[in-house]
C-alpha cells in the first residue's frame, strides 16, 4: 500500500533554479512532508478491550499477534503480527522532488485505507491516508507553498 505526495508549483522552482539546485533545495522540504505522513499513519490510537486478555480467551497483542487461551488454562500466541506501526516507510523520489509512503503489511488497506478500512477499525480510531489528506495535508501544501514562493518571489 503506497501513496505519492504531489506538491505543484515545483516545475517553478525548477525554471527559476534549474533542477539541480531545485533538488537540493527542495528535498529537505518533501522528505519532511512525507515523514510527517509517515509518522501520522504510523501512530496507532489508543488500545482497547481487543488488546487484553478476556473472558472469551482470545485477543490480540500489538506487535506479537493473536492470542487464545487453552482449555487447560495455557496461553499460546500465533505470532503473525506483521507489525504495521513498524512497517510505514517514506522514500523520496525524482531526485527528492516526490515523497512515496507507504507499507508493505498485507492487510494494512483493511486498517489505514478508509474505501476498504474494517467497521471495527474505524470504530476504534484508526487513522486512514483518506484523513492524513483532510486533516495534515492542507497545512503541509500552505508551509510548501510560503517556501515555493519564498524561491520564485510569489
Known amino acids: 500500500m503506497n501513496y505519492m ?7 517553478a522552482v525548477i525554471a527559476k533554479l534549474g533542477k539541480l539546485q ?7 522540504w518533501i522528505q519532511a512532508v512525507g515523514i510527517d505522513a509517515q509518522t501520522w499513519m504510523a ?6 478491550e481487543a488488546n487484553v486478555a478476556n473472558a472469551m480467551g482470545r485477543w490480540y497483542e500489538r506487535g506479537r499477534g493473536s492470542w487464545r487461551t487453552r482449555k487447560n488454562g495455557s496461553t499460546v500466541n500465533d505470532g503473525k503480527s506483521e507489525r504495521l506501526q513498524a512497517n510505514w516507510t517514506m522514500t523520496t523520489t525524482d531526485g527528492g522532488l516526490g515523497a512515496l509512503v507507504g507499507t508493505s503489511v498485507t492487510y494494512a488497506r483493511f486498517v489505514n485505507d478508509r474505501e476498504v478500512q474494517a467497521g471495527f477499525h474505524a470504530r476504534r480510531g484508526w487513522r486512514t491516508v483518506q484523513r ?9 501544501r500552505r508551509w510548501l507553498t510560503e517556501q515555493i514562493d519564498k524561491v520564485i518571489g510569489g
Request: zero cysteines.
Open 22 to 28: 531545485a533538488e537540493v533545495l527542495v528535498a529537505p
Open 43 to 48: 501512530e496507532y490510537p489508543p488500545s482497547t
Open 5 to 11: 505526495v504531489t506538491v505543484t508549483g515545483i516545475e
Open 132 to 140: 492524513w489528506k483532510e486533516q495534515r495535508w492542507p497545512e503541509m
